[in-house]
């Protein structure tokens, strides 16, 4: 529980809140700084697509080793330690992929790289479920969105300082800046223990009672629909820019402005999420999440224009702003934080393994084709959402179905 100063616990809560929405936003922040540097760490290290694809690759599988332990971790040492420790060493890892200079090494770094990620996310979300359950209150797109604007704030800043700072430069600034955010927001979590819910019974961390089969298969559907989703927005955050770039011919900065654009509107998206699940529904909000993605990442991979494609990351983040949250939100419904962990790392496959894919494919097509495999995928989301909407919302017997 916890501990209770003369603020009492609501305050205590609050100062978790506020630091868990830090940690999200110095998540996409970092992620975003790193991402709109590509163009530049892949012409110092005359990687080929397919090198380059291959060289991402170790963000993903240090990304997802890290997931399958960062569960165990939270539950032997809390979330909040977890969380620390992986915002620490994504801000630090952020600055060694300017020092490379061949796809190999560039591949070793993104390892570790790829550590802090997938750490940061699974210990952030885990803390983020426990603060939602305590408060009793869908908070959860909040945090979704930190990270969104923090990306949109990474992207930003990087485009700016591109044609000033070298990679090394920027990224070296960028894990100072981070690493000083993390120790900052860090005191508070170190100071306050993750809280339990109100009457939960159990303390925090717990293992919850083990979901049924209809229940665990529901949450892999889940999964796999936030998988969809964000396969696209790794696509956008490691190939837009070069997309822009190298297809259309835009300059360094105005490339970088195609992640901005997107992050953007999926931070709008999100921070409006409550009142769309409110006006249409947990299920027609996936469905029409999921086709607008797809329709936008049509224009955005293949329009002739700058302005046009630009036009199309705008839609794609709208549409996928809220699925992966809505998704998440979902499996934590049906079967609790265990159910939220499982999705959550079948997610962030599609975000760690999407822009690898999209390599391959760039080598062996072009890469506005490779792209189109985005809005294929929304498409299936939307498909999946449709044909399986039974069993994707329905609540386990003495649990409230949540709307996150």
């Known amino acids: 529980m916890i501990r209770r100063g003369h603020h009492g616990p609501g305050h205590g809560l609050r100062r978790i809140r506020t630091a868990l929405t830090a ?54 040492y809390g979330s909040h330690p977890v969380t620390v420790v992986a915002g620490a060493l994504l801000a630090l890892s952020v600055a060694l992929p300017a020092h490379t200079h061949s796809a190999l090494a560039l591949g ?23 603060l939602v359950a305590a408060l009793r209150r869908p908070v959860m797109p909040g945090f979704h969105a930190a990270f969104s604007l923090g990306g949109m704030a990474g992207a930003g800043l990087g485009g700016l300082v591109a044609g000033e700072l070298s990679a090394a430069w920027h990224l070296g600034l960028l894990a100072l800046a ?27 961390g717990a293992a919850p009672a083990p979901a049924s089969r209809p229940h665990r298969a529901a949450v892999y559907g889940l999964g796999f629909i936030a998988l969809c989703t964000a396969y696209g927005e790794g696509a956008l955050a490691d190939w ?3 997309h822009l ?38 299920t ?51 079967a609790g934080p265990r159910g939220v962990a499982t999705a959550s790392t079948v997610g962030y496959g599609g975000l760690l393994l999407g822009p690898v894919a999209i390599g391959f494919l760039a080598e062996w097509f072009t890469l506005a084709t490779a792209l189109t495999t985005v809005a294929l995928l929304c498409a299936v989301a939307s498909a999946t959402t449709l044909l399986n909407r039974g069993a994707l919302h329905g609540a386990p017997a003495g649990r409230p179905a949540a709307h996150p």
Request: charged content about 10%; hydrophobic content about 60%; aromatic content about 6%.
């Open 23 to 76: 940690f999200f936003a110095l998540d996409g922040f970092v992620f975003a700084g790193w991402v709109v540097r590509i163009p530049s760490v892949k012409e110092q290290t005359g990687a080929s697509p397919g090198a380059l694809g291959l060289a991402l690759l170790g963000v993903s599988a240090g990304a997802v080793v890290t997931m399958s332990l960062t569960g165990w971790l939270c539950r032997r």
């Open 108 to 130: 070793l770094v993104l390892l570790v790289f790829g550590v802090g990620f997938g750490a940061m996310n699974v210990g952030a979300n885990s803390a983020a479920v426990d």
């Open 178 to 204: 981070g690493l000083l955010i993390a120790l900052a927001a860090g005191r508070v979590l170190l100071a306050h223990p993750a809280p339990a819910p109100d009457g939960a019974g159990q303390p925090a």
């Open 240 to 242: 837009s820019a070069l």
């Open 245 to 282: 770039r190298e297809s259309l011919g835009a300059s360094e900065g105005v490339a970088a402005a195609g992640y901005a654009v997107f992050a953007l509107a999926m931070t709008v998206g999100r921070l409006t999420g409550t009142a769309l699940l409110a006006r249409l529904g947990e």
């Open 284 to 334: 027609r909000a996936l469905v029409a999440g999921g086709t607008a993605g797809a329709v936008g990442m049509l224009l955005g991979s293949l329009a002739p224009t700058v302005w046009a494609a630009l036009a199309g990351f705008v839609l794609t983040g709208l549409g996928l702003a809220n699925v992966f949250p809505i998704a998440i939100g979902r499996a934590g419904a049906l």
